[in-house]
């Protein structure tokens, strides 16, 4: 069989020439085996109907293999021709004819440079396109966390609205100003607090140098 694997043939044929020969060759030797059967079944009955012969079945067997093992040897020989032929003549298709689906390769003929070219920027591409679906990814996680913020700051305005309401209610005027009012009253607090600290650790010294 031949070694060339003639890919643009099984592209224009849908399968390999040699797989095709190889197809033909086994049905071939199909044939010539049922044909050997039917030759010895054929010498069986006449020898049967013979009387006193003298032939056996099981030399009949051995001469229709021998026969058989001649026919093949030949066969072998004038396939091998054949296929020659057929994957030069028939099953080959010239190199310049070009199939339809190749005709953008005549119109755009381009060099191995420019093809590694094309492959280079190809690559970049597809980081490119991996690094933005990262990016959109991310943007997507923060765009959540935003979200979750923004519902936790609604709650916080929700509450203070209420306060609010609650000061307005009970005559305490602006929320705004009675919240500054409470800041600085608990920064007063604070520093009354600080101070009564200060002077307990100054009173404790004392008693202890006492």
Do not use: W
């Not at 039917?38 to 009387?51: A, C, N, R």
């Not at 028939?90 to 004819?97: A, C, F, G």
């Not at 009564?196 to 100054?202: A, R």
């Amino acid at each position: 069989m031949s070694v060339n694997p003639m890919t643009y043939e099984a592209q224009f044929f849908g399968f390999t020439p040699q797989t095709c020969m190889l197809r033909v060759y086994i049905a071939f030797q199909d044939y010539l085996f049922e044909m050997m059967l039917v030759v010895e079944g054929v010498m069986l009955k006449k020898l049967d109907g013979i009387p006193g012969c003298k032939i056996s079945p099981s030399k009949i067997r051995k001469c229709t293999e021998k026969f058989l093992l001649f026919m093949k040897e030949h066969f072998d020989k004038l396939f091998s021709k054949m296929e020659e032929v057929l994957l030069q003549l028939v099953l080959n298709i010239p190199k310049n004819v070009l199939l339809p689906e190749d005709k953008v390769q005549e119109q755009y003929p381009y060099s191995e440079e420019e093809f590694q070219a094309l492959q280079d920027e190809l690559q970049q591409l597809q980081q490119q396109c991996r690094a933005e679906a990262v990016l959109e990814q991310e943007l997507r996680a923060e765009l959540e966390e935003q979200k979750a913020v923004k519902a936790e700051l609604e709650k916080i305005l929700q509450c203070f609205d209420g306060l609010e309401n609650i000061c307005r209610e009970h005559g305490a005027g602006n929320f705004k100003e009675s919240f500054a009012f409470l800041t600085q009253s608990s920064k007063k607090l604070q520093d009354v607090l600080k101070d009564v600290e200060e002077k307990s650790k100054k009173m404790n010294q004392h008693d202890q140098l006492m």
